[in-house]
C-alpha cells in the first residue's frame, strides 16, 4: 500500500496511462468500450447476476484490513536509522539488497499471532469482513506457497499458515475473508515490479542485480501459481482478491490472471489489476470522496495511525472520534470503509489499534442497524461543499466537508446520524419521503419524538444533551402511508419534550 497520489502519478502518467492513474485513485473516469483479450465476468454478467455477486459486500459496508509481513521486523528501521514512508515500502525506500532483506527471515516468528483473538477484534468492532496481505511488495509470502520458497512456512522459524489459521476462524465467526496479493510489484523475485523511489533508474527501476529478469516470465512462474494456490487451498475463501500498484501489467498478461479469476463466478476484486480490467470496486486510499460515486461500488480504505505496516516508531493514531465519522461518512455516500491493522513481528496487534476498534464496536453494536445494508443520503448538501475560490493540488475547486450530521438509507427508513449536537431541535427541510415517526436508535423503547411540520420543513424535538459524544442516530420512520402526523406549535423548551408521543389519527 502507499499514496497513490504520490506514488501513480509519475510512473502512469510517463507511461501515457492518465485514465489508469485517476481510476485507481477512486476519480471517475469516462471510457469507451474495452476489449479485452478475456472477457472478465464482470464484462459478461447480467445486472441481477452482479447483484446478487456483490450483495453481501454491500450490505457488510466496514471491514478490517491486515498489513503484516517480513516488514514487521525492522519496523520502519534500517542500519540503526528511520527510513521515511510506510513501514511495508521499507525494502524499496531503504535500496534493501535481496539477500540481505531475505536474511529477516529467519528472524520472523510471531509466536503472538491468534487467529482467533484477531477475528474475534474484527467481529467486536462491528467489522463484517477482513482483507489480509497474503503478498506484499517485498515478495514474501505469508501463507504456504510451493510456487515459490520465500514465505513464511518453508523460510522462518513459525512454520505456520496465517491464512489458513484465519480462514478457519473467520468460517467459525462468520467472518468473510479476503486476500491482498501484490501481482505486480516483487522485490525479491528476478522481474517482479517495482517503483521509482529515490535514484533507482528506469525501466526496471531496480537496485540490486538480483532483481533483474523478465516481468513476464516473473508473472508466469509466481504470481499466477501463487494466486492458484491462493484460490484453491482456503474452501470458500477468498470471498475477495484484493490487487494493488500495477505499472508493467498488459491486458494479455492480465487476461491470463482473469482467466483464473473467472474459475470462481463469486469472487469479488478490486480495481488495481491493470491492463484495463476495472474490476468490482474503485479504491480511493487514505480519504473518502467527496459525493461518492453514484451508482458504483466503492471503498475507502484507510490507516489508523500514519503506516499500514507496523512500524515502532508511529504513534500518530487517529481517535476514535476521526475513526468512526469515516465509517459514517462512508456509508452516507454508499461506500465500504476499510479500516487497517498492522501486528508487530511477533504477531501483536497495537494496544492502542485494540483500543479503538473496541470503542468503535461500541457504538456499532447500538447504531449497526444505520450503516449495515444501507445506502447512500437522499440529501447531500449536509457532506460539505466545494469551494469556488479555493482549489486542492489537482487545481480543482477544493471540498470543504461538514460535520454536523450525515444519513444513510433504508427501505422504509431514513438515519441521520448527528455528529454536533443541534440542541433540542433538528430541522429537515424538502424531506423526499413521508415521516411517519421518529426516535433515537439509542433509546431502547424507541419512544416516538415529537414532530412538527410546517412549509418549511420538518422539525424533531430532542432532548437537550445527545446519547452518544461522537454520534448519536436518529431515525426517521417512513413505513405510514397516511398523512404525516404533526405537533403544532413550539417543540423546544421542556427537557422532556422528546419523550411527548407523537398524536395518532
Avoid at 66 to 92: D, F
Avoid at 192 to 197: D, E, H, L
Wanted: proline content about 8%; hydrophobic content about 40%; glycine content about 8%.
Amino acid at each position: 500500500m502507499h499514496n497513490l497520489r504520490l506514488v501513480l502519478a509519475t510512473v502512469l502518467l510517463a507511461a501515457g496511462s492518465s485514465s489508469a492513474f485517476a481510476q485507481l485513485e477512486g476519480a471517475a473516469v469516462e471510457t469507451g468500450p474495452v476489449h479485452h483479450p478475456v472477457p472478465a465476468i464482470q464484462d459478461t454478467e447480467t445486472p441481477a447476476q452482479r447483484a446478487e455477486r456483490m450483495r453481501w459486500w454491500r450490505e457488510a459496508r466496514f471491514g478490517m484490513f491486515i498489513h503484516w509481513g517480513l516488514y514487521a521486523v525492522p519496523a520502519g528501521r534500517w542500519q540503526g536509522k528511520q527510513v521515511p514512508g510506510n513501514a511495508e515500502w521499507i525494502m524499496n525506500g531503504a535500496s534493501i539488497p535481496v539477500a540481505d532483506y531475505k536474511a529477516l527471515a529467519p528472524r520472523f516468528d510471531p509466536v503472538g499471532f491468534n487467529a482467533h483473538d484477531i477475528v474475534a477484534l474484527a467481529r467486536s468492532a462491528g467489522m463484517k469482513y477482513i482483507i489480509v496481505t497474503a503478498k506484499h511488495h517485498d515478495g514474501f509470502a505469508m501463507f504456504d506457497s510451493a510456487a515459490d520458497p520465500f514465505n513464511v512456512v518453508a523460510a522462518t522459524p513459525f512454520d505456520r499458515d496465517p491464512l489458513r489459521e484465519l480462514a478457519e476462524e473467520c468460517r467459525r465467526q462468520g467472518i468473510k475473508l479476503g486476500f491482498y496479493y501484490s501481482q505486480d510489484q516483487d522485490y525479491t523475485a528476478p522481474g517482479g515490479g517495482a517503483y521509482k523511489t529515490g535514484d533507482h533508474q528506469p525501466p526496471s527501476y531496480h537496485w540490486d542485480k538480483a532483481q533483474d529478469g523478465d516481468f513476464a516470465t516473473y508473472v508466469h512462474k509466481k504470481a499466477i501459481p501463487q494466486l492458484r494456490e491462493l484460490l484453491t487451498h482456503y474452501g470458500e475463501f477468498p470471498a475477495v482478491i484484493w490487487f494493488d500498484t500495477p505499472k508493467d501489467m498488459t491486458p494479455d498478461l492480465a487476461g491470463e490472471i482473469v482467466a483464473l479469476l473467472n474459475q470462481h463466478p463469486n469472487l469479488i476484486w478490486n480495481n488495481r489489476l491493470g491492463g484495463t480490467y476495472e474490476g468490482d470496486i474503485r479504491t480511493p486510499e487514505q480519504y473518502i470522496p467527496p459525493k461518492g460515486f453514484p451508482g458504483e461500488d466503492w471503498e475507502s480504505c484507510m490507516t489508523i495511525n500514519d503506516s499500514w505496516g507496523f512500524r515502532a516508531d508511529d504513534h500518530n493514531f487517529k481517535s476514535t472520534e476521526t475513526l468512526l465519522r469515516s465509517l459514517i461518512d462512508a456509508a452516507s455516500k454508499g461506500g465500504n470503509y476499510l479500516l487497517n491493522i498492522g501486528p508487530d513481528a511477533q504477531g501483536d496487534v497495537p494496544p492502542e489499534e485494540m483500543q479503538r476498534l473496541r470503542e468503535i464496536g461500541t457504538w456499532m453494536s447500538v447504531n449497526g442497524e444505520a450503516i449495515y445494508g444501507t445506502t447512500a443520503t437522499l440529501f447531500g448538501p449536509e457532506a460539505g461543499s466545494f469551494r469556488s475560490n479555493e482549489t486542492d493540488h489537482d487545481g480543482k475547486p477544493k471540498f470543504a466537508p461538514a460535520w454536523n450530521w450525515r444519513s444513510t438509507t433504508s427501505a422504509h427508513k431514513i438515519y441521520i446520524e448527528l455528529l454536533t449536537w443541534p440542541g433540542v431541535t433538528f430541522h429537515l427541510e424538502h424531506v423526499p419521503r413521508r415521516v411517519s415517526g421518529a426516535y433515537l436508535l439509542a433509546d431502547p423503547k424507541h419512544t416516538p419524538l415529537t414532530i412538527v411540520r410546517s412549509s418549511e420543513g420538518i422539525d424533531i424535538a430532542l432532548p437537550p444533551k445527545p446519547p452518544d459524544p461522537i454520534a448519536t442516530v436518529l431515525v426517521l420512520d417512513t413505513t405510514g402511508t397516511g398523512a404525516m402526523c404533526c405537533v403544532k406549535g413550539a417543540v423546544a423548551g421542556a427537557d422532556d419534550a422528546w419523550r411527548r408521543r407523537v398524536p395518532r389519527p
